[in-house]
């Protein structure tokens, strides 16, 4: 996959799946835009990058305020000119069961996890459309497909991105612009490890290939919806989950 001369954002890459992404785009010569609310860890993952002789820059940016995720694109746009992949990573969980949960948590997860994208998807989607050439590519989750005890609020977010992406990539099909969305299943990174051991096995038993994911198994999908090889996929949903939803 060659991707050089492309520009990609990736939100919430400081860590996690975010940084796994933004380090195999860069690797296959994206200049990647390593955008968090984390300063420090989105300045360490853009060092780590370029000292393995790849182009990254840090921004930092609240992806779920309009004028934050405006900005975003804006810098990209006025440091290298154009914009091919947006990646809307960044997510956050805030779990209780629905008889607990607080309308905070509730408008936390889905001003992040869906407004986000959105707003990301809208600002970049201008650039995009000059050049006649995008990808869009929402990473959604196993739980906003079959749901789960505990995350109304994560769930109704990642099903909501599902039909942003369908829809968004209607809108824009014609003019060059690929809208896919991921749904990871059990992936190791700070997201997951404070579930106790019990849930753990839980989920574990319900992987068919026996083991959790890493967050390179989702970099190595993105990449691929990234590049010109995937131009004839678009609003699909890619499950990355060792086999644990099979539809
Ligand atoms: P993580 O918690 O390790 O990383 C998320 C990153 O997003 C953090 O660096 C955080 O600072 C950043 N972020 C949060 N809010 C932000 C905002 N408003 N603006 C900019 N950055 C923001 O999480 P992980 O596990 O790497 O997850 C990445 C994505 O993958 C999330 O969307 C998550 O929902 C999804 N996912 C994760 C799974 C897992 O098992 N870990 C499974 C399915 C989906």
């Not at 407004?115 to 989750?141: D, E, T, Y």
């Not at 198994?217 to 499950?239: C, K, M, N, P, W």
């Amino acid at each position: 996959m060659h991707l050089e001369s492309r520009v990609a954002i990736v939100t919430g890459s400081a860590r996690g799946i975010g940084q796994a992404i933004a380090t195999k785009l860069a690797e296959h010569g994206a200049t990647t835009i390593i955008n968090d609310l984390d300063g420090g860890g989105a300045e360490q993952t853009a060092a780590q990058i370029r000292a393995r002789g790849g182009q990254a820059t840090a921004i930092v940016a609240d992806i779920s305020q309009a004028d934050e995720a405006k900005r975003l694109v804006d810098e990209t746009m006025a440091s290298y000119g154009r914009l091919d992949i947006l990646v809307n990573n960044a997510g956050i969980t805030r779990d209780s069961f629905l008889l607990r949960m607080s309308e905070e948590d509730w408008d936390r997860v889905l001003n992040t996890n869906l407004k986000g994208a959105f707003l990301c998807s809208r600002a970049a989607v201008r650039p995009m459309m000059k050049q006649g050439w995008g990808r869009i590519i929402n990473i959604s989750s196993v739980a906003g497909v079959m749901g789960n005890a505990g995350q109304a609020n994560y769930a109704a977010a990642k099903a909501g991105l599902l039909g942003l992406t369908k829809t968004v990539a209607r809108e824009f099909a014609s003019r060059g612009i690929t809208v896919n969305a991921i749904a990871p299943g059990f992936i190791d990174t700070e997201m997951t490890r404070p579930l106790s051991e019990a849930v753990k096995q839980e989920f574990l038993r319900l992987i068919p290939v026996g083991y959790a994911g890493s967050p390179e198994d989702v970099a190595q999908a993105v990449l691929f919806l990234a590049s010109e090889e995937a131009r004839y996929i678009t609003g699909q949903v890619l499950h990355v989950d060792g086999g644990m939803l099979m539809a």
